[in-house]
């Protein structure tokens, strides 16, 4: 049985992969992902999946794995051990998990690494599912190292010691970078429906959703716990914040939505630590997601 610390430890891992969950939706709609839709909590968080047109017209869906630092040696991205105990070795195991996942629907792997604290990516990069496990039989033949045979249900994606330098550059030949410039620059109308105004363009947001979001919250900012002001009619004022926002392609939905106060909102624009604040709404949205989940 798990102890209250390990719950703790594991519960904070998956808190700080959901900041890093962020920035690859960001990446993916500033490389021209439109249409994207995705659910940054509830009870399965740790399948991070995400629906999407890709800037060739092809609808994905994207399965995205951040990376483990094996220290000195390399970034690597592992897969559910918990396979090996149904496949003789890693690479079964790797074909079983991306089996497991084309049979959820997913189209590619977008393999990512980076600073789980503030979000910034030094790895985004978009894979085939078909491709993986191929390449991480091609990585196998080109590394020699006993610690990566002990741990071969993985793929590099950044080598840090030359004994992973191999591999790591067959991972970049087989990908895509997402954090490179686009190719292909989408226009507004491509993805999201706007009225235009004065000050550029305005994107239509659902009053129903809006709603919802503050009745979940009840009166409460979900950034940083204070009760709204009471209004003029006789409510808790508390205003919504899409954390991956609607200019940058974000679903308005409620699993990218958060009530907040007008503070914490301000903040999220225009603060020196705006991506520490943005960190903690994300963290707040998948607490509050694994919390609906649990009374499902």
């Known amino acids: 049985m798990a102890t209250l610390a390990e719950g703790r430890e594991e519960r904070d891992h998956h808190e700080r992969e959901v900041v890093l969950f962020s920035s690859a939706v960001r990446a993916l709609a500033a490389q021209g992902f439109s249409h994207l839709d995705f659910d940054i909590g509830g009870k399965k968080a740790r399948r991070r999946y995400v629906s999407a047109r890709a800037p060739s017209g092809e609808n994905v869906v994207i399965w995205i794995k951040s990376s483990t630092h094996w220290r000195d040696m390399a970034e690597a991205v592992r897969f559910p051990w918990k396979k090996l105990s149904v ?54 033949a080109l590394t020699d190292s006993v610690f990566y045979r002990a741990h071969s249900a993985a793929l590099i994606v950044y080598a840090y010691s030359p004994e992973f330098r191999a591999a790591a550059d067959a991972a970049e030949r087989a990908g895509e970078d997402i954090l490179s410039p686009p190719l292909h620059t989408q226009t507004a109308s491509e993805g999201q429906t706007v009225v235009r105004g004065r000050s ?40 919504t914040h899409h954390v991956v926002g609607v200019a940058e392609r974000g679903p308005d939905t409620i ?31 998948y607490r509050r997601g694994r919390k609906i989940g649990k009374s499902a």
């Open 87 to 140: 496949s003789p070795d890693g690479q079964s195991a790797v074909a079983l998990a991306c089996e497991s996942a084309a049979q959820r629907g997913a189209t590619h792997l977008l393999a990512i690494a980076g600073n789980d604290r503030n979000g910034v990516l030094s790895v985004a990069r978009l894979y085939s599912l078909a491709r993986v496990t191929a390449l991480i039989a091609e990585q196998a």
């Open 255 to 285: 699993a990218n939505i958060i009530a907040v106060c007008p503070t914490c909102h301000r903040k999220a624009h225009f603060a020196a630590e705006h991506i520490e604040v943005e960190r903690r709404m994300a963290e707040a949205i």
């Open 200 to 239: 550029g363009p305005v994107y239509r947001r659902d009053p129903k959703i809006r709603a919802k979001v503050l009745e979940i919250a009840n009166g409460h900012c979900e950034c940083c716990g204070e009760e709204g002001f009471l209004s003029a009619s006789g409510e808790r004022y508390l205003e």
